[in-house]
């Protein structure tokens, strides 16, 4: 077989020397042209903040992320699929962190 397997896919899109956008898929070596994830992460810089939403393909925000400083603290959020609900939505940091990110996430989904 000339298929070439590869596993785990990784791209990288910069911007200003600052990535703004990953794309991620994993696959099986027994099933190599179906992934059994697949990712985009959409990255934000607000002042000394750091954040990124994690889509998979169908849309769905699985995951997200920020670090950084906000007004001299230091903060951190991390917040996996189960803990993303208005309550955690809403506070000041979480605003600072991913007010404004971009959510067009199909638009990238269909390399040209």
């Given at each position: 077989d000339d298929l070439a397997l590869v596993h785990i896919i990784e791209v990288n899109i910069y911007e200003n020397d600052r990535i703004v956008r990953d794309f991620g898929s994993v696959t099986l070596p027994w099933k190599p042209l179906n992934p059994i994830r697949t990712?985009?992460?959409f990255h934000q810089y607000n002042g000394g903040l750091h954040g990124y939403h994690?889509?998979?393909?169908?849309?769905q925000v699985n995951y997200?992320?920020?670090?950084?400083?906000?007004?001299?603290?230091?903060?951190?959020?991390s917040l996996e699929d189960s803990d993303l609900n208005n309550e955690n939505r809403t506070s000041a940091e979480y605003k600072a962190c991913f007010?404004?990110?971009?959510t067009d996430w199909a638009q990238y989904t269909n390399p040209r």
């Open positions: 990712i985009i992460n994690q889509y998979d393909m169908y849309g997200e992320f920020c670090e950084g400083k906000l007004a001299g603290q230091s903060i951190k959020i007010e404004g990110i971009k």
